[in-house]
């Protein structure tokens, strides 16, 4: 089992940034890619970014350029750094993580950006 903790969500104005943590921690080595999703209120929970073992990368297009997915395996840390931040982004982001599904979720965390 993999258990995720997200942190870092809360407050900000448009065209703020903030930064999300996902902390993973039991059977790490199971784990090949990690990413982040959100549910927009009324749609199906879409994938904002994802990372493999491999430092492979994708972005969703709507946040291409102003977000950046990254990992600290020594930490087993993932992280979501948001910038240029806009209301549509407002929504609880879940850390996930697996092999050849998402077999694990976090909590969620949320973020609100105000206009």
């Known amino acids: 089992q993999v258990q995720l903790v997200e942190s870092g969500g809360g407050l900000v104005q448009a065209g703020g940034s903030l930064r999300l943590s996902c902390v993973a921690s039991g059977s790490i080595a199971t784990i090949i890619a990690m990413g982040w999703y959100r549910q927009p209120p009324g749609k199906q929970r879409e994938s904002v970014a994802q990372i493999t073992s491999g430092s492979s990368i994708n972005y969703a297009d709507s946040v291409k350029g102003r977000f950046t997915i990254s990992r600290d395996n020594a930490k087993n840390t993932m992280y979501l750094q948001m910038s240029n931040l806009k209301s549509e982004d407002t929504d609880v982001y879940y850390c996930?993580?697996?092999?050849?599904?998402?077999?694990?979720w976090g909590q969620g965390t949320q973020v609100t950006v105000s206009s």
């Open positions: 996930v993580a697996g092999a050849e599904a998402w077999a694990y």
